[in-house]
């Protein structure tokens, strides 16, 4: 009679992500040359605020008028040789998925998302990385589109629902150019906001 197996520990889910997953043209969710193309960067880092090299960040987002996207194109493959071909550059899918460099670095350009119902414009990120059992969720919120952290009651649910500090790790910062800085911190006392779906 054989003694049943005990559970092992969970496996992490990475770093091999980061090299099947990542596709050519898969950072570029916005059509090339498109006017309301906005671009959004960051880091990924540890508790203790070093980077991450082996990340790797999905992005979902609604187009300019808050409308989800229903379009394929994202990702390609040659009918002759089965390789990736990338995007079509031309159809917005709303889908954006991207590695981090050796500093944990990562970009995106992306249409500046519109509001769907209560909430703020926001683009939804799913994060995978070394140590994770489990891919965690975020959001980033635009700042020139989300409630200010020190300003009017919150119409959006979850900005309205969390303390000013909290908050503030869910809202990018503007720079010059259309372009807005948001870091993802692991863990530490400046933790990015990470959602829970049941």
């Known amino acids: ?4 197996a005990l559970p ?3 496996h992490t889910v990475g770093p091999f992500y980061g090299y099947a997953l990542p596709f050519p043209g898969g950072p570029d969710a916005a059509p090339h040359a498109h ?7 960051g880091r990924v880092l540890d508790g203790a605020g070093a980077p991450v090299p082996d990340a790797l960040l999905e992005f979902w987002g609604p187009d300019g008028s808050g409308q989800l996207p229903s379009v394929g ?3 390609r493959r040659d009918p002759v ?10 159809d917005f899918t709303g889908f954006a998925r991207v590695a981090t460099d050796a500093d944990g670095h990562w970009a995106i350009r992306t249409l500046r998302p519109g509001a769907r119902g209560p909430h703020a414009p926001y683009l939804s990120v799913c994060v995978f990385a070394r140590g994770l059992t489990h891919h965690l969720f975020t959001r980033v919120y635009v700042p020139d589109e989300a409630p200010s952290v020190e300003g009017a009651p919150l119409s959006d649910p979850l900005l309205g629902s969390l303390p ?3 908050r503030a790790t869910l809202l990018a ?3 010059p150019h259309a372009t807005y800085r948001f870091d993802v911190r692991l863990q530490g006392p400046d933790e990015t906001v990470f959602l829970e779906f049941t």
Do not use: K, Q, W, Y
């Not at 009679?1 to 049943?4: I, V």
């Not at 006017?35 to 960067?41: C, G």
């Not at 040789?81 to 031309?90: D, K, P, Y």
């Open 35 to 41: 006017p309301d193309t906005i671009t959004v960067h």
């Open 173 to 175: 910062t503007a720079e």
């Open 73 to 75: 194109g994202s990702l």
């Open 81 to 90: 040789t089965g390789g990736f071909l990338g995007r079509n550059g031309v």
């Open 164 to 166: 000013p500090e909290r």
């Open 8 to 10: 092992t520990p969970s």
């Open 1 to 4: 009679m054989s003694t049943p």
